[in-house]
C-alpha cells in the first residue's frame, strides 16, 4: 500500500549545454499577441530561424548520422542583444530532453543569454 517514486535513466550527456524548455515554448508564443499587445517577433522572423534551425539539423546529420538516434529537432530562441529592447530569434538544434531541460547540440554555445519569458509590471 506504500507509493514510490522511480528515475530511470534511459540517456546520459556530460558537458552539454542546457536551456529551460520554457525558452523554447516562450519562443515558440512569441509571434502571438496576447491581450492587445504586439508580437514579440513576426511570422517571418519565426519562419526564417526554423528554416536556418532545419538547415543547421541537416548538416549536423552529414557530420555525425549517428544523432538521429536523439530525434533532434529544429527550433528557435530568443536573445536580446545588449542595449536593445528588440528580440531576435536564434535558431538551434535541440537534442534529449528530460522535460525541463533541452539539450542543444548546436546553436548556441555555455554562456550565451536567451529570453525565457517577460515580466509584466
Known sequence: GMTASVTIVVAQRTNVVLIPVNAVNFA??????ANGAPAL???????SATAQARQMLRELELENPSVL???PTPAYVLERPNGQTALIP???VLGLTDDTFYEVLQGLSAGDL??????NG
Request: aromatic share 0%; proline share 4%; no cysteine.
Open 41 to 47: 517577433i513576426s511570422r517571418q522572423q519565426a519562419v
Open 69 to 71: 538516434q536523439d530525434n
Open 114 to 119: 536567451i529570453v525565457v519569458g517577460v515580466q
Open 28 to 33: 515558440r508564443s512569441a509571434i502571438s499577441t
Open 90 to 92: 536564434v535558431p538551434v
